[in-house]
C-alpha cells in the first residue's frame, strides 16, 4: 500500500473511532478528553522525535515519527479536516519554490 492510501486508511479508522467512541479504544479516549490532551500528546511526540533523533535515530525515530504523525491525523479529525489539506499546501508550497 503506498504512503497516502495508508494515511487514508488510518485517518478513516480514527474518524470512526471519533464517532463511534468504542470502549478501550485510544482514539475513542483522546476524543473523549478533548483538543487538550489532543494538543499534548503531540508535544510529548514531538519531543520523544527530538530526543530519538539526538539518540542516533534509526527505528526509534521512525517509531517516534509514526507516534506524531497519528497524533497529528487526530488533531485534523478533531477540526474536522483532511489529510488532503496539508498535502494540498505542501505541494502549493513546493510549486512556489520551483
Known sequence: MEGEGLVREIFEVI???SKE???????AYLFKEGQDKILKKI???AAEVIIASKG???SRL???MADLVYHL???LAWH???PGCVL???ARRHGKQN
Open 15 to 17: 474518524v470512526g473511532r
Open 80 to 82: 474536522g479536516m483532511e
Open 73 to 75: 491525523l487526530v488533531l
Open 62 to 64: 521512525a517509531a517516534e
Open 56 to 58: 542516533g535515530g534509526g
Open 21 to 27: 467512541l468504542p470502549p478501550g479504544s485510544y482514539t
Open 43 to 45: 508535544g510529548e511526540e
Open 88 to 90: 494540498e499546501e505542501l
